[in-house]
């Protein structure tokens, strides 16, 4: 009898090597709102997650990369960072404490939290991260994939 292992996943995540990244925030947050990602682009959806955080808190690069922006964007403030294997992470309201260009390490600040994310009723932070205009569950980055066996649909022998 043969076994296939598929691995089931709700939703598209990124692939990155095993401990490459890491939470944006120290302790690790509570997640507020999880990842919902919408069937098709325009249609409403969470394409990110909200983490509790504190005012003031400093917010982490998740990993290595380079800043691309830190500024604002419809009155937020963001903080985006490009990751090798073409993946960016963005991070708001976060009061910028680096600036475009500048390389960063997993760990270091990026920020600062500032209050005023209109999906969360106490202060958080959302944190994105897509593939270029592919929005991807952030959390399945530092998180292990359930693999679950699935019946095969032919015998093998």
């Keep these: 009898m043969c076994v296939v292992a598929a691995i089931a996943l709700s939703t598209p995540v990124a692939s990155a090597a095993p401990g490459a990244f890491d939470w944006p925030l120290r302790p690790k947050p509570q997640v507020l709102t999880p990842f919902d990602r919408p069937e098709h682009d325009w249609l409403p959806g969470h ?28 009155g937020k403030p963001v903080v985006s960072v490009d990751h090798p294997g073409g993946l960016r992470s963005t991070y708001e309201p976060v009061s910028a404490s680096v600036t475009a260009g500048t390389r960063v390490r997993r760990g270091t600040v990026v920020g600062f939290v500032q209050s005023g994310h209109g999906s969360c009723t106490s202060t958080c932070v959302h944190w994105g991260i897509r593939r270029g205009r592919d929005y991807l569950d952030p959390t399945a980055l530092i998180r292990g994939h359930p693999i679950r ?8 022998g």
């Design 149 to 156: 066996l699935k019946p095969l649909d032919t015998p093998h």
């Design 47 to 74: 394409r990110g997650v909200d983490l509790a955080a504190g005012e003031g808190e400093p917010v982490l690069a998740v990993a290595d990369g380079t800043v691309v922006f830190a500024g604002s964007v419809a």
